[in-house]
Antibody, heavy 121, light 110 residues
């Protein structure tokens, strides 16, 4: 069974750093892209970017380029999303998704349960 | 790129059909056969309902169908059920490894 399990909710202060995780299981982790999506309170989904665990090829949405860093540790089938200096406006729910890209299609077929990030002083 | 345009809300009665539109441009919806739709119940993760414009993943009822004409994609739900009440998000490939979502549509089953 394909599963993506994300790390738990975080409460941080402005200026702090943060790294959240997304562990994949039940499939070949290095053969599928991982997508990250933001959902601000009461709003729609926003595409942040994708990373390919096989070679760490990473593509950011222009809106998020330079604001976050995506990475993977394929030895433990885990993808990460990190911030070096959080702002209150980073408060949101973040989802990871197993993402198909290419001849097999262009969509996320499995999703993690989400990680809620709250940034407040 | 700008978000795709979806109606903020639609509604229908049990058993009826509803269609949710998703309008983009020739750089996203109009340029690729790569529109997907996601259902999201409150407090839950998105769930893939339609991919490649009109394909259904295994387990998704055939009451859900997708189509595209020009720069507009549509999701039609027939035989509405109370459990269909949720937010629906469209997404399109926009080239150069980028994707764009719509603002989401809240479906109310009256």
């Amino acid at each position: 069974e394909v599963q993506l399990v994300q790390s738990g909710a975080e409460v941080k202060e402005p200026g702090e750093s943060l790294k959240i995780s997304c562990e994949g299981s039940g499939y070949s982790f290095t053969s599928y892209w991982i997508a990250w999506v933001r959902q601000m309170p009461g709003k729609g989904l926003e595409w942040m970017g994708i990373i390919y665990p096989g070679d760490s090829d990473t593509r950011y949405s222009p809106s998020f380029q330079g604001q976050v860093t995506m990475s993977v540790d394929k030895s433990i089938s885990t993808a990460y999303l990190q911030w070096s200096s959080l702002k209150a406006s980073d408060s949101a729910m973040f989802y990871c998704g197993r993402h198909l890209f290419g001849s097999s299609g262009y969509y996320s077929d499995y999703w993690g349960q989400g990680t809620l990030v709250t940034v407040s002083s | 790129q700008s978000a795709l345009t979806q109606p903020r809300s639609v509604s229908g009665s049990p058993g009826q059909s509803v269609t949710i539109s998703c309008t983009g441009t020739s750089s996203d919806i109009g340029g690729y056969k790569s529109v997907s739709w996601y259902q999201q119940h409150p407090g839950k993760a998105p769930k893939l309902m339609i991919y490649d414009v009109s394909k259904r993943p295994s387990g998704v009822p055939d009451r859900f169908s997708g189509s595209k004409s020009g720069n507009t994609a549509s999701l039609t739900i027939s035989g509405l059920q109370t459990d269909d009440e949720a937010d629906y998000h469209c997404c399109s490939y926009a080239g150069n490894y980028s994707f764009v979502f719509g603002g989401g549509t809240k479906l109310t089953v009256l």
